[in-house]
């Protein structure tokens, strides 16, 4: 039997109602999901917020959105990936998460609307995100960044797109990147853990969904088996930043995300593990449900990044 907080019980009792995504377009989803009510924004705990445009190929560029945190910085500078598959998302699905953490780590948060599947495939996605490091390592000093202090992390796909720029980082000799966080990451598209199976439906992420998720996200069976699209497998996670590693108790990824966290230790990599009791996928996203349960994941971000060295001498 699940061990689900009441608060995650109530919510997955009225979610549970809708009609599932997997046998739904994914035009009429994201039509569907742009019309849900936000939540109220904080907007008087931050010094500015604004969108400002990537260029990510020679006739395309993506859009991003700046947090930037009362203070006199130079502030670290965190790149959030937003969820949703790949294929849903965008910059106000994760506004309010990127105005919490700015606020709560004294970081500039930068938030990338990366190109979305099945329009734009793998690896799309991945060179787009990698594009918005490279771009915040030359433009971070114009916010009063420290791009000596970059952070990459996301949720959910988010995670997945946030550790491969690490690996592109690496394998590239490009920008150093200090620390990653992965908030309930998919780190193997092969979907074949016992979470997998325990989790499989009525927790908010049925395993029919990640399939449909994956279908739109990947070209070919090859693809699958490729490490910047499935970390966990890929042949050296060596040398990467300090890593710290969030799951969720009653979540079809929670397996795949610890063994990814043992699986960088074992390689020599430091991290920090945490699995949010009685939680489920998609909570950190969920501001109206969720928020002293985002709030405590976030007291363990600011947390690990201050034992990394990462955020020091902020009051």
């Known amino acids: 039997m699940a061990n689900l907080d009441p608060q995650a019980e109530k919510y997955l009792q009225a979610f549970n109602q809708m009609p599932p995504i997997h046998t739904m377009d994914h035009k009429t989803v994201r039509e569907m999901l742009s019309k849900a009510p936000q939540p109220p924004i904080e907007s008087d705990v931050l010094s500015k917020v604004e969108d400002w445009m990537i260029p990510v190929s020679k006739d395309a560029e993506i859009k991003c959105r700046v947090y930037i945190p009362e203070g006199q910085g130079p502030f670290p500078l965190f790149i959030y990936y937003h969820g ?79 550790t491969v720029v690490t690996m592109m980082a690496r394998d590239r000799k490009g920008p150093d990147i200090f620390a990653q966080v992965l908030i309930y990451p998919a780190t193997n598209l092969e979907f074949n853990t016992e979470s997998h199976q325990a989790f499989a439906k009525g927790f908010g992420l049925d395993r029919e969904l990640l399939f449909w998720f994956r279908d739109h996200y990947l070209r070919n069976e090859e693809d699958k088996h490729n490490g910047y699209s499935s970390p966990l497998i890929a042949e050296d996670v060596s040398n990467l930043p300090p890593a710290f590693v969030v799951t969720a108790e009653n979540d079809v990824l929670r397996d795949e995300g610890r063994a990814y966290a043992e699986r960088l230790k074992t390689s020599g990599v430091k991290v920090a593990y945490a699995c949010e009791a009685g939680m489920i996928h998609g909570y950190f996203a969920n501001m109206d449900v969720f928020s002293k349960n985002i709030e405590w994941t976030i007291s363990r971000i600011n947390e690990f990044l201050r034992t990394t060295d990462v955020i020091t001498n902020r009051n």
């Open 84 to 162: 949703g598959g790949w294929v849903l998302g965008d910059l106000e699905s994760t506004d309010p998460i990127c105005r919490l953490l700015a606020h709560r780590t004294g970081s500039i948060v930068v938030s990338v609307n990366y190109r979305l599947a099945p329009e734009h495939k793998f690896p799309t996605p991945i060179e787009d995100a990698y594009a918005a490091l490279e771009w915040v390592y030359e433009k971070g000093s114009f916010f009063n960044g420290d791009v000596s202090r970059l952070i990459v992390g996301g949720d959910s796909v988010g995670g997945n797109l946030a």
